[in-house]
Structure formats: structure tokens, C-alpha cells
């Protein structure tokens, strides 16, 4: 009787960490897919120069449907100004930065204390890339 009622206590702290080690795979997957999403826009951006809108826009939609939040959430933060690969220095660099708000990182959250705020950070790409528009 004595290990019935240990298990039944110890049972649910198992628990966590079965669901914590699912949610973990869940946002690997999430950052993964992030991460190609940028790579894709970034090369798209080389090719134009700079971060287009209607880039922007169809990386925010990309973003939002893999990252499971609303595109306005989605910052984008890049230079307008077109980029040329014959630009010397600095200039032909298209520096940006993206940060996509990921939500629900720690598991079972409410039986510890957690609350929705806490429980989510931004994760975020802040790169450059060079101009190879001519």
C-alpha cells in the first residue's frame, strides 16, 4: 500500500517530463522550420537587392503558419534601400532581422506556477547577407 501511494505522488512529476520531452521535439521542429523559412527570404533578398514587400509579406504568412501565431506578431526589421553587388563595403550587404514570438515552452505550465507571458520568448534571426542584384 505504501508504494501505491508514492507512485500516485510521483506519477504526475513523471508526467512533466514526458510532456516536457514532447514539447521540446515540437519547438525544435518549429525553430527548424523557421530557420528555413528566413533562409528562403534571405535568398530571395539577395536576388532583389533588399527585403521587398511583398517578401516580407509572404515571409510573415510562412512564419505565422509555421510558428502557429498571427503574422502581426511577426517583426521584420530590414533596410528599403536597394543593394548592389558592385556596392563597395558595407554597402552591398543587406543586413535584417526577423523575431517570431514561439508560445508554450514549458509543459503542463499551469500545475507549476507559470503563467502565459512567461511561458514564451521570441526567437530571433539577426543576420546579413550580400546584394547580388546588378
Known sequence: MKQF????????????????FTAD?????????????????????????YFSPENRRRLKE?????????PEEILIESDDRIKTRFGLGEERLIYFTVSVPIRGVM????ILGITA?????RFVIDSY?????I
Do not use: C, W
Open 5 to 20: 501511494i508514492v507512485l500516485m505522488a510521483v506519477l504526475p512529476v513523471m508526467l512533466i517530463f514526458f510532456f516536457q
Open 25 to 49: 521535439q515540437r519547438h525544435g521542429r518549429i525553430v527548424g522550420e523557421i530557420q528555413e523559412i528566413v533562409y528562403s527570404a534571405k535568398e530571395a533578398a539577395k536576388q532583389e537587392g
Open 62 to 70: 510562412d512564419l505565422g503558419r509555421a510558428a502557429g501565431v498571427d
Open 107 to 110: 509543459a503542463a505550465s499551469p
Open 117 to 121: 507571458e512567461e511561458n514564451s520568448y
Open 129 to 133: 547577407t550580400a546584394s547580388e542584384r
